[in-house]
Every structure is written in C-alpha cells, then in structure tokens.
C-alpha cells in the first residue's frame, strides 16, 4: 500500500490555515461550553416553568381537590368550564376590563404625553408625579381608593354622592378598573414622551412649513413616530388584562356576588375555597388560551398591517 | 478583550454553580422539614399587642416550662388557611397545625395531611380534661385528629349608651327587634353593624344566626343529620327574613354599604352611636373595645346580649356552639411527640388556661371543663357572663350550631358566597336552599360531616 501524503487544497484548508476536523472539534467544543453554560438556567427553568406547566395540564384533567391524590377524569373540566356560568362571567368581566385598560389610560397617557412634551419648565416635575402611581405597591394604591371611594368617609359623602362604588354590583368592576387605569396611566405618559422625543424635529418643522396644524402634526407625525411603543405597549396591556387579579382581589375579591369576578380570582376561589384545584388548573389553561387566541390576532394585525415600521 | 478560560477551571465553575444550585435547595428542604429541634407553629393572631400576649404566655411560659423550643410565625387570617394547606400537601409547613374549622380539619386528615392523636389522647387523657362534644366534631373513624381551640358563639353587641339615651330595651323577640330596628332606622342609626369587606366569609355569621334563631337547632339538627332537607320552608324563610332586613337598610346601612365599608369603619360607627347593635362571634370581645372610650374619642361603653328568638318555639336565650379552628399535628413532622407535649401543656395545664381567658377576652376560651367558680377573679365581667352563660346553655341544651363547625367545607363555603347572591337580587331565597341542599347531599355522602353534638343537656 503506498503512502499517499494528501496535501491540502484550497478546498479543505480554511483561509486561518487550519484543517477541517480541528475546526469542526473547535466549533462543537464552543458549542459545548455555549450549552454547558446555560445548563443551570435551563435547568432552572424547567424546574420552575417547564415541570409546573406540565404539571399544570395534568392536574387540569384530574378531580385533585388541592389535598391528597388526583384521579384522571380526562376533560371533564374543560366540558364542565364551558358549561359554567362563573366562567363565563368572569372572562367576560376580563374582555371588558381589557377594554377598558386599552382605551382609558392609553387616551390619558397619549394626551398626558402630549401636554408634557408641550412645556419645558417643571416637566420632570410633572413626569414624578404622573410616574408616582405607578412605583406605589398596590395594597397601598387599592387601600387609598378604598377610603377615597368610601361611602362613608370618603370624597362622596361630603359632595352629596351616596353611592358605594365597590360595593354595588353595577359599578363594581368598572370601579376597581378605574383604581388600575389612574396607576397605569402615569406610567404609560413617560413611556410615550420619551418615544415622543426620539422623533426627529425637522418633520415637524416641514409639517409647519406645509401648513399642518398640531392636530394634523399629531395625527401624521407623532402617532406614526411612536407606533413601535403604542404597539408594544398594547401588546403588553392586552396579556396583563387578562392575567389580572391583584387589584381586583384587594378591593373586592370578585364581589359583590361575583360582579368583578375575572377568570385569575375565581381559579383562586375554586382552587382554595371550593378544593378544585384540578378544576382550577383547567380554568387557568383555557384563560392561557384565550390570551393565545387574542395575541396571535393582535400579531396577525401587526403584521399585515406593519403596526411596528 | 478575549478572556480564555482553562477546561479545569470551567469544570470547577461548574461544580461550584451547581453547589450554589443545590445547597439553598437542601437548606429549603432542611427548613421546611421540621426535623428535630425546634417546634414550629404558624397562627393568626394580628396586632402587636395579642401577638406579645401570645410570645409571652404561651410561648415563653411553654419554653420555661418545658425546655423545648417553639418558633411562632404570625399570619393574617385568611392567608393562614391557604399557606398552610398548600405547605401540608408538600410536606412541609409547622409541626403543630393551626386548622380552620371541624370540617376543614377532617378534609386534610381524609388527605392523610395529619397525624393521628389517638395514641396521644389516651398516654395524655385529654378526653377526660376537654368537653366531649368538642373533641368528638373532630373525632372521624375513632381517630382523634386535630384538638379543638376555642369555643364559638355568636353575639348581639350593643352601644349601651346609645340604648340608655334612646330608653331602648335589650330585645327578646322578633318583634322587639325589629320595633328597635325601626326606630333606630328612623333616627337616622343603622340599626346592625355588618360588614364583609375584611371577611368574606361573614355573611356565614348572619346565616348561622338567622337559621338559629328563626329555623331554631332542632330544624337545623335534623338537616344536619339528613332526617330534612334544606329546601324546607323554615330554613327559606330565615333567607327570606334576613333578605328584608338587608332590603330596609338595616344591616350595615344598606347592601352596597355592606360590601364596601371596612371593619373598622363599621366599628367606629357602632362606638360613636350610628350604628346600635353589631351581630358579630365572641372573638369580637377583644376588640370592640377599641371603639369605645377614651381610645376612640367617645365616652360610650359596650355591651353583649343573646340574639332574641326569631321565631315562637325557639328557646331564648339560645347559644349557637361551634369551635373557631384547630391545633394539631403535621403527619409530615418529625417533631411529633414534641408537638404532642405542646398540646398537652396547653390544654391541660388549668390554671395558666383559665387564666388565659381571664386575660384576653373570649380569644382563649378553650374548649375545657370548668365550673364558674373557677374562673380567674379580674376577668372583664362581660367576659366572665359569656362563660358562664356557655356553660349553662350546655347544661340546658339550649344551644345551636354554627356553620363553620358543623358544615362541610363546600356547603360552609356556599353558605356565604350564595348568600351574597341572594343579598344583590342574583339568586331567590328558595334556589339558595336548594342549591345548598344539592351540595350538602353530595358532601354528606363522602363522610365530610363532624360528630354533630346531639339535642338535649350535654357536656
């Protein structure tokens, strides 16, 4: 057999000069060590999201009451979440409090950026306060409006307004959502006047050049301008609307008789009061999926119609 | 800048992280575990003064006199409940278990979540020392699974100052009552403090003295047995009644009022004078008083009074029994005979637990035997009057039951969730009973029914 010294080529020989094995062991050995490296987060997180979601899924075809062991009912749950009126009663308070949460503090954070973006002087004072609610913990924010809406000590006894806000179940829901909006709005005028602010001025001084008033500036300058916020930002509100639950269970916990019941605090009550914990895995599920359904509309949307360029 | 890094090195980063990883897990599980060593116990008593009650007569006084060690953890009420349940499923949580009612404690015992006291209650005798139809509710199978920790009742507070100004008479009868309720109303006073914007469950309270006092126990007896069903006309009615009393304004100033004004608002209503009676459980005792006197600016003083009888052929004065909660022991706990040796100390040692209910109104009455003689001279004469009507009440079977005793957790449950219904127009009176009745039956046929204490003079 003849020894045949193959020299390398300008095919095999990579322009560093090293041979193909060497630089395909260098490669997997970096995307080793890449792995190697984020193996504690990975297993960290399908310890604290992989396994509880799995398990989760489980538990929603199960009978566990929350105490002792399951049996599989398969998806008995789910039928029985369809049929359930509480169910749909509180998703449909979670759509309507989505509403809500979209249109009123985004109107009030657009219109709160604007006028800021109008002044100079005192603006990062007006900025601390709209931003105040927003860092106030919201046991604290929900034990103001509490004794502010109270119908016995609060601003309405004393302007000749009688009516229990939380407590009556017409007003119920709109009022708790009313204590979110006036925490959420602030925050979100900051973010839309810093987007505002990265919009290059020169449009604006062609816009006064052509003769656009502030409203034309506003509608065909600055709403474009800060689309990749606006889009976010509704992207975020529409996933917090719907896993909302801390304002709502501070204030009313659901009541009175279920009038501000989202879906987050009646799988609370299911899975703490009633001891179906498997019907509430269910439940939280079918809310997971609901929000998919929603996104992925709001993602079609954004797509087809280039919210984000 | 390139930073390389030795294989040798990465593995020892590794190994480190991966330590890093594991200790807090095994120090979690060390923790949680309650092996050997201190005793661990979570309760619910809020407020700094009744938690340094707590430290210093129970927890100290268990230390000086037993040398062990005991670590307390102060929740708030409804938080209690739920961490507990969810660190007894994992198998973790305090060796000694503050339980919610009778039938909550014998939902987790069902779930193999308790250890079994019967071994400890015959080395200890506690039968001979507790009230027989106490620890029977938590009695299932033969098997002693949790101990009773305090005796429950329900109350009619009054302003009593309010009533000596207005010559208003303490009522003995529906129509006193509500005579008082329409009068008080016409002033401009709300005639019954309520409220369930801290407690949700409240709107029970209200149910187990309706259903006492216009059902009466022995209606109430015989659904608890199955002789009835809940959908009978007199259990309705009760519904029906209380629904009026919410339609006139006269509990808590109206139903929108009753779902939005907080505790303490109630109650500092009912010490300045607008508000005159408060229905509320004897555990109130120890903090009514901080609505009255000097502390709250008024000098008004409070008293209690048996509910009237509601109804011709209901007994008055009549007590509605029950046990506010449970201790007992975590199955899971390593710590058990030291667990077991804290709930011998603190029931069995007499006079430190009479004295105890001297101290602190109504919270430690324990579910002990004592003659009214032995209670502690000092004691606050309202308190004392409690006692001693308790104890004559089971003397002379004129005695009820609560509903967060003697009702499965489900049934407990809906009593005040479906009463909120019927209280907002959502539901009638009769489909509340009904739809009680369909779970009640469905609870009672999975054994989740206490030992419900007979009709007739017991112990």
Known sequence: MTDVQVRPGPGLVAADGVPPPIRRRRKWRRGFTAW????????????VVVGPSIATIYYSMTDWTGLGPASFIGLDNYRHAFADSAFREALIHNFEWLGLFLVVPGALGLLGSYLLSQIKRFQILFRTIFFIPYVIASVVNAAVWQNLLSPTTGIGPHVGINTAFFGNPS???????????WHWWGFLAVIFLAAMQSVDPELYDAAKVDGAGRWQQYRYITLPGIRPTLVFLGLMTVIWSLKSFDYVFIITKGGPAGSSEVVTTLMYREAFNEYRAGYAASLGLSLAFATAIVLAIYEILR?????ES | MTT???RRGFLAGTGLTALGLALPTSLLTACSSGGGGDLKLWMDIMGTANQKYFDDKVVAQ???????????????????????????QAKSGPDIVRGASATQTLAWSQAHLLADLSEYEKKYGWSDKLLTWAINAFTQDGKLWAMPMRVDTMLLYYNKTLFGQKGWKLPTNKDELEALAEEAHGNGIIPFGATNV?????????????????????ALYQALTGQVQWTDPVFVEAVELIKTYFDKGWFGGGTDKYFSVPSQQMGASFGAGKVAMFPQGEWWMSAVGAFFGKKANNSNQWDWAPFPALQDGVAFPLYELGIGGSLGINAASKNKDHAAEFLNWYYTNRQQALQRMADVPATYNLPIQFSDADIPSGIDPRSKRLLTALNKAVDDGNYGYVTWTWWPPKSDVFVYQGLEKVLTGKMTPKDYCAQLNTTFQQESKTGALPQIIKRGSTQ
């Open chain 2, 4 to 6: 390389s890094i030795s």
């Open chain 1, 171 to 181: 007003t119920s829901l709109m009022s708790v959502n009313f204590v979110v909006d």
């Open chain 2, 198 to 218: 801290d407690w949700t469950a409240g709107p029970e309270w209200l149910m187990t003295v309706f259903w006492n006092h216009y059902s009466g126990p022995d």
């Open chain 1, 36 to 47: 190697l490296f984020m193996l504690p987060l990975i297993a960290v997180n399908v310890l």
């Open chain 2, 62 to 88: 268990f230390q000086k006199d037993t040398k062990l060690k005991l670590n307390t953890t102060y929740y708030q009420g409804q938080d209690l409940r739920r961490l507990i349940q969810t660190a007894l």
């Open chain 1, 303 to 307: 797509r087809r119609r280039g919210w």
